[in-house]
């Protein structure tokens, strides 16, 4: 199977197996650049490519304007029109090498009888959080054809959509992070309620609770991967206001869990793990058996490389906060992303979301640069 690029593309890893949306078609760059096969340049999309930054001067109908048509933001990303077409806003413009799904690690929570809310200015908002045993009883475990049928369904029309010139990225929330957000009511600056739960009712709370989360995300990442998602993304954002110590109790063997069953059943579909402010817990990442762990900018490339290994691929890094530089300095920056993470296993993106605000002349500079890299 070729890795080799077709015009603006590079088709692109692991051999397809009967479980696999891969079968019959050339594999896509970020599958050949995971799975360690040659490739010219880098692979590259960007978290939160789609979405608030978007304006209308670069398309008719953008995400602003939508917004404004559907301003709650539970409607836009539960209706699958809608949800594809913000998905395709980027491929559309840009043209990444990963489109990823237009929705949030919380979707879940409904067919788990966890009402919530995404409001405006506020976030996220559990309107029963979870702090007893009896509370972790009333959790169904997640069936996302019942619960979420509008996600199988948006993901096969990307697939179709983007006609296997790149990836089509799903995503879901780590059992830690999901917990958090469940237990802490929303965000959270302290994680003081989920930390109460971890210290003194750990097993009869919170394991009861992160098994759940596990077993659930197993199901959600199969449903994703049997619908047309050709990579799915692990967000354990909160982890990382663990310890070491009590990420290996209280992530890590989640984590794990996920990955090893996923495999099971689906060995080639590439994972990634991205938590925010992983520097104090990479090699621990790196257990969780993922296939790439992305950095986020605080962490030097070229260390991150060097403290995982290159038996695993990585994803970043680079400060989304670039953005709002100038073009020389945005170029500067990916070069230097790109020499320090080295020839192949690497996927180029920021080290978290882009930010409101960015200006989109920006992000697209941000692509022409990249897919113009060659190794």
Known sequence: MSCTSVSSFTPSLFSPSKHSSLSNHKLRLIQCSVGGQDVERPPVWLM????????????????????????????????????????????????????????????????????????KGKGPIIFDPIATAADVDQVREFSPEESVPYVGEALTILQKEVDNKAAVLGFVGAPFTLASYVVEGGSSKNFTKIKCLAFSQ??????????????????????????????????????????????????????????????????????????????????????????????????????????????????????????????????????????????????LNLGHGIKVGTPEENVAHFFEVAKAIRY
């Open 48 to 119: 939160r490519q789609a979405g608030r930054y978007m304006k209308a001067g670069f398309q008719i109908n953008s995400y602003q304007i939508i917004c404004e048509k559907y301003p709650s933001f539970r409607e836009r990303s539960e209706n699958v029109d809608l949800v594809v077409e913000i998905s395709l806003q980027p491929w559309n413009v840009f043209w990444p090498d990963g489109v990823i799904l237009f929705s949030d690690v919380l979707t879940p929570l409904s067919g788990m009888n966890i009402p919530f809310d995404i409001v």
């Open 202 to 347: 750990p097993t009869v709370v919170l394991h009861s609770l992160l098994q759940k989360f596990a077993t659930s995300m197993t199901k959600y990442i199969r449903y994703q991967a049997d619908n047309g998602a050709q990579a799915v993304q692990l967000f354990d954002s909160w982890a990382t206001k663990l310890s070491p110590v009590d990420f290996e109790e209280f992530s890590l063997p989640y984590l794990k869990q996920i990955v090893d069953a996923v495999k099971q059943t689906h060995p080639d579909l590439p994972l990634i793990l991205y938590a925010t402010g992983s520097g104090g817990l990479l090699e621990r990442l790196a257990l969780t058996g993922v296939d790439v762990v992305s950095l986020d900018w605080t962490v030097d490339m070229a260390e991150g490389r060097r403290r995982l290994g290159h038996d695993i691929a990585v994803q970043g890094n680079v400060d989304p906060g670039i953005l709002f530089g100038s073009k020389d300095f945005i170029t500067n920056r990916i070069h230097d992303t790109v020499t320090k993470a080295g020839k192949g296993k690497h996927i």
